[in-house]
């Protein structure tokens, strides 16, 4: 079952959209008018991991939505300049800095109405706070899965950037959110589309969802190429301003197997049904095919302000600060069938989405790992997928694991990368 289909049941005080719609969330009854009332109270919204890429883009959209939206709570890993400036321009009532030893580097910078929460609890603390109805999960990586967690428990509407927390533990989210009538609305610009794309029919009806892919800055590159690329290579994206760890995964295609294993647990769907399609000029963000061959696609430019504003905005759309089309300077609109021989991880991504259990947490952690060995420079690009498959490869798969276990099989995948490096 589709987690945003289960998102319509809620209290009476809610109501949801068309019957038989996809859509799923469950929305306040004031918030479906075309434009709420002028004097409706502000939503208040959490930016978990507000100084990375999806954290800015929300910044900029939440300046453009507002008075009608103002920002609770920021959070950042080490930026804590960034954080401080961030803070003095929305005065929240709570930032977090995951790293302690920054906390009395930002302190003083703070306003006096400002809580500062240190540390990892700090940013769980931050994540499920009563002042904030609305949390951004934009934190990288299997990092940001405790706060995402915690928002979901504490029955929030969550933007979901963070898509490793599904990756990951899925298995746990998904169940969690049903039991506390959180509602997790996609950001990622994929997710986003099928979800948008998915309002016009009905979930018995869909018959196959197309994800796109832009190919990377490889895409014409030959095997022998890519096994040498260097790190200045996989962070030179053809369309998308990303951050570096999702530019590096865009270049070797693990972040579609991850989107792949994300789409299987926000959907319900059957990972047979999801398949990928190379679009070189990420305008068409991903399409749903229906049972009478029917596609419905969603377009746009590849500016993740749109999705980011929409899952604030759902189920209104409202102008913003995003980019336009100029369908006059669309020459053409190509596509073409992945190449899985120099492309591997797709294959992987699916091996990992029937597989289940603690199969997505082993993938995930040996990928950052490996990313991270690689932005170091201490492993060749094409080395990056081998690793992966290698720490699969020495996993015997947990089928139905507590969160205990899921954290212990990310753990666990990130020594064996240690051990792989050392043969």
Same mark, same amino acid.
């Given at each position: 079952?589709?987690?945003?289909?289960?998102?319509?049941?809620?209290?009476?005080?809610?109501?949801?959209?068309?019957?038989? +719609?996809?859509?799923? @969330?469950?929305?306040?009854?004031?918030?479906?008018?075309?434009?709420?009332?002028?004097? =409706?109270?502000?939503?208040?919204? #959490?930016?978990?991991?507000?100084?990375?890429?999806?954290?800015?883009?929300?910044?900029?959209?939440?300046?453009?939505?507002?008075?009608?939206?103002?920002?609770?709570?920021?959070?950042?890993?080490?930026?804590?300049?960034?954080?401080? =400036?961030? @803070?003095?321009?929305?005065?929240?009532?709570?930032?977090?800095?995951?790293?302690?030893?920054? =906390?009395?580097?930002?302190?003083?910078?703070?306003?006096?109405?400002?809580? %500062? %929460?240190?540390?990892?609890?700090?940013?769980?603390?931050?994540?499920?706070?009563?002042? +904030?109805?609305?949390?951004?999960?934009?934190?990288?990586?299997? =990092?940001?899965?405790?706060?995402?967690?915690?928002?979901?428990?504490?029955?929030?509407?969550?933007?979901?950037?963070?898509?490793?927390?599904?990756?990951?533990?899925?298995?746990? $989210?998904?169940?969690?959110?049903?039991?506390?009538?959180?509602?997790?609305?996609?950001?990622?610009?994929?997710? +986003?589309?099928?979800?948008?794309?998915?309002?016009?029919?009905?979930?018995?009806?869909?018959?196959?969802?197309?994800?796109?892919?832009?190919?990377?800055?490889?895409?014409?590159?030959?095997?022998?190429?890519?096994?040498?690329?260097?790190?200045?290579?996989?962070?030179?994206?053809?369309?998308?301003?990303?951050?570096?760890?999702?530019?590096?995964?865009?270049?070797?295609?693990?972040?579609?197997? $991850?989107?792949?294993?994300?789409?299987?647990?926000?959907?319900?769907?059957?990972?047979?049904?999801?398949?990928?399609?190379?679009?070189? /000029?990420?305008?068409?963000?991903?399409?749903?095919?229906? #049972?009478?061959?029917?596609?419905? @696609?969603?377009?746009?430019?590849?500016?993740?302000?749109?999705?980011?504003?929409?899952?604030?905005?759902?189920?209104?759309?409202? +102008?913003? #600060?995003?980019?336009? %089309?100029?369908?006059?300077?669309?020459?053409?609109?190509?596509?073409?069938?992945?190449?899985?021989?120099?492309?591997?991880?797709?294959?992987?991504?699916?091996?990992?989405?029937?597989?289940?259990?603690?199969?997505? @947490?082993?993938?995930?952690?040996?990928?950052?790992?490996?990313?991270?060995?690689?932005?170091?420079?201490?492993?060749?690009?094409?080395?990056?997928?081998?690793?992966?498959? /290698?720490?699969?490869?020495?996993?015997?798969?947990?089928?139905?694991?507590?969160?205990?276990?899921?954290?212990?099989?990310?753990?666990?995948?990130?020594?064996?990368?240690?051990? #792989?490096?050392?043969?």
């Amino acid at each position: 079952m589709c987690h945003l289909e289960t998102c319509r049941r809620g209290p009476d005080n809610l109501v949801s959209l068309r019957p038989g +719609s996809y859509s799923g @969330a469950t929305v306040p009854k004031e918030s479906l008018s075309p434009e709420p009332p002028a004097q =409706a109270e502000a939503k208040s919204v #959490c930016i978990m991991g507000s100084t990375g890429s999806i954290g800015r883009s929300t910044m900029d959209v939440v300046r453009a939505l507002r008075p009608k939206y103002r920002v609770t709570g920021l959070c950042a890993a080490r930026r804590w300049r960034e954080l401080a =400036a961030q @803070a003095a321009e929305t005065r929240p009532s709570a930032v977090a800095i995951a790293e302690p030893s920054h =906390a009395d580097s930002i302190k003083p910078l703070l306003n006096g109405s400002t809580e %500062l %929460l240190v540390g990892p609890e700090g940013l769980v603390e931050l994540a499920g706070r009563a002042d +904030s109805n609305f949390v951004v999960a934009a934190i990288v990586g299997a =990092a940001g899965l405790a706060s995402t967690i915690a928002a979901v428990r504490a029955g929030k509407r969550v933007g979901l950037a963070n898509k490793e927390a599904l990756v990951v533990a899925g298995s746990i $989210l998904i169940p969690l959110a049903e039991r506390s009538g959180a509602c997790l609305l996609p950001i990622d610009s994929e997710h +986003s589309a099928i979800f948008q794309s998915m309002t016009a029919g009905r979930p018995s009806e869909v018959q196959r969802t197309l994800l796109t892919a832009s190919g990377g800055p490889f895409r014409t590159w030959s095997g022998p190429e890519i096994a040498q690329a260097s790190v200045e290579d996989a962070l030179r994206h053809p369309t998308w301003k990303m951050g570096p760890k999702i530019t590096v995964d865009s270049a070797t295609m693990v972040n579609k197997a $991850l989107e792949i294993i994300e789409a299987r647990w926000l959907f319900g769907l059957p990972v047979e049904s999801i398949e990928v399609l190379v679009h070189p /000029e990420s305008i068409i963000h991903s399409m749903v095919e229906f #049972c009478d061959g029917s596609v419905i @696609a969603q377009l746009g430019t590849p500016d993740m302000r749109t999705p980011i504003q929409y899952s604030l905005t759902y189920p209104n759309r409202v +102008s913003g #600060c995003a980019t336009r %089309l100029d369908f006059a300077t669309i020459r053409r609109l190509n596509f073409e069938p992945p190449d899985l021989e120099r492309f591997p991880a797709l294959r992987l991504g699916y091996e990992v989405a029937r597989a289940g259990g603690t199969a997505g @947490a082993v993938f995930n952690a040996a990928n950052e790992a490996a990313v991270e060995a690689f932005l170091g420079r201490r492993i060749p690009f094409g080395r990056i997928v081998q690793l992966i498959e /290698e720490v699969l490869g020495r996993h015997t798969v947990s089928p139905s694991p507590d969160l205990n276990e899921l954290l212990e099989a990310d753990s666990w995948a990130r020594r064996e990368v240690v051990e #792989c490096l050392k043969d």
